[in-house]
Structure formats: structure tokens, C-alpha cells
């Protein structure tokens, strides 16, 4: 089993929305549907104010809702990977994951029928590349690799930098980081 985990510095995080254009490019994402999405949120009382902004997409959960609840198998691991796909052709369009999805990560019907989401671009994975939304970042603010692996940059940026997840209490065991 392979754990792929992207890792965000929020800190460095402009909200430029690169992430999303460098996805939808890639992935060929219908006019008017996005795969990732960039929030900006505010803490604190005027006027001692924070904004951070979060590029989100699909937490590639290692107990993925989704996987569970999708009645036809169409939601899936890839390989022996966290990283969960839809087989288009066996989704029926039922919108049961989109519902058992805490993160809304999966509100795309795809004009063809069935609902998409990110992938972690594991096209590009599979050739040893980033995703095309961390290779777009022009901050650099965005790291994606092996989580199980001692050496990754992931791993020692999530031993020497906190961490959160969002939602850490669903159970779901989402793998998108962000650093504080
Ligand atoms: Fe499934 Fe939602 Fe987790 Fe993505 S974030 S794996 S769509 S439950
Ligand atoms: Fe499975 Fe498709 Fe139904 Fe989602 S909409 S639960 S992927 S069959
Ligand atoms: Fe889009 Fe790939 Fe980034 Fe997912 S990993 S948001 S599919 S570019």
C-alpha cells in the first residue's frame, strides 16, 4: 500500500487560483466545473485580522465515505493507493458519494453522467510527475509524494512544520495537509 499525501504551506499560499486553471487545463474539466478551489478564510476580530487561503480538492481519504457507500463500485482505490477514482463507465450517476462526501469534495456531475473529482492527477503519478495543480503553483506553496517514505519532502515537512487536516474528527483519514 502506497499513501500519497499533498502538503500545503497556506502560509505561502497567495490565492492566485493558478492551482485551478493548471487543473482544469490538464484535466480537461467542463466549462463552469472545478476540480480544486481556493477559500479564503478570515479569523479574529477587527482589527487584528488573518486571512488564509487554501487550495482544496479531494482528501484521498484513506477511509473514504465515498468508496464505502458508491452501490456499484464505480468509486475505487487506485492499485494498492489512497487515491480514489471514479470509473466512469460503471457510475450510474446516483449521487450517493456526493452525499457521504464530508468534505463536498465531489459536487461535479460530469455533462456526461457521472460525478467527477480530482485524482491527484495519477496520470502524471504514474510517470513520476507532480500533479499539475502543485507543478502550476507559482509560490511553490504546494508539495505532493510518498507519505510512507521516511525521505519524501512530504514526510519531513509534516516532521518539522504543524499540520492540519479539515475534519480530522469524520474518520475519514483525509491526506491534503496544510501547514500552519
Ligand atoms: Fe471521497 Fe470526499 Fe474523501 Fe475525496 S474527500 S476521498 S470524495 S470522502
Ligand atoms: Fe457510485 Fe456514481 Fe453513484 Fe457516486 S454517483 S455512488 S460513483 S454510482
Ligand atoms: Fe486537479 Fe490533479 Fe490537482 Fe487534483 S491533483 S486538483 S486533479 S490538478
Known sequence: MTTYAMVIDTRGCI?????VVACKNENKVP????????????????PNLETEFRSERCNHCGHATCVTSCPTGASHYWKDTNIVLV??????????CIAACP???RLIMHPQGYVDKCTFCHHRVDQGLDPACVSGCPTHCM????????????SRLLRERR????????G?????????
Open 15 to 19: 490565492g492566485c487560483g493558478d492551482c
Open 103 to 105: 468534505y463536498d469534495a
Open 172 to 180: 475519514n483519514q483525509p491526506h491534503v495537509y496544510y501547514l500552519l
Open 87 to 96: 470509473a466512469e463507465a460503471k457510475c450510474t450517476g446516483c449521487k450517493a
Open 143 to 154: 508539495h505532493f509524494g510518498v507519505l510512507d517514505d521516511r525521505d519524501s519532502g512530504v
Open 31 to 46: 466549462v463552469g466545473l472545478n476540480r480544486d478551489w481556493v477559500v479564503e478564510a478570515t479569523r479574529g476580530e477587527y
Open 163 to 170: 499540520a492540519k487536516t479539515l475534519l480530522p474528527e469524520t
